[in-house]
């Protein structure tokens, strides 16, 4: 069953300086239920979501040519506003290293690009369990 037939939709901001990654996340989370927002940079993030109403989750660029996504969570999480916010951390290069660096930064999981559709389903339902 998804969000919507429950009555209750979820909402994600997409940031990736990448138009493509953008379009694919956007089109797996839209088939999951899930209301889709997008910027392409870490700034535009911050100010994105300072100014909106909440989302419930982020799928994070690590990098990115303006602000990267450890920076971006590190300011998320210093700030109480968003300490409801799941952050997916969504990167094509890392290691287990740098894994493990990104959870214990205040990322709650992490998705390897290029991403499947099973595997974005897979780790936003650990996140985000039926209720």
Request: proline residues 5%; glycine residues 6%.
């Amino acid at each position: 069953m998804t969000n919507e037939a429950k009555g209750m939709t979820r909402r994600v901001l997409l940031v990736d300086d990448v138009q493509l990654n953008r379009k694919l996340a956007n089109a797996f989370m839209s088939k999951m239920g899930w209301e889709t927002m997008e910027v392409d940079g870490g700034l535009l993030a911050l100010d994105w979501l300072r100014t909106h109403p909440p989302v419930d989750l982020i799928l994070l660029d690590i990098s990115m040519p303006d602000l990267g996504g450890e920076e971006v969570c590190k300011q998320l999480r210093a700030d109480p506003n968003f300490s409801h916010l799941k952050i997916i951390a969504y990167t094509a290069h890392a290691g287990h290293d740098d894994i493990q660096r990104f959870l214990a930064n205040g990322f709650d999981a992490t998705l390897i690009k290029p991403i499947s559709s099973q595997r974005l389903k897979d780790v936003v339902g650990t996140l985000f369990p039926a209720a």
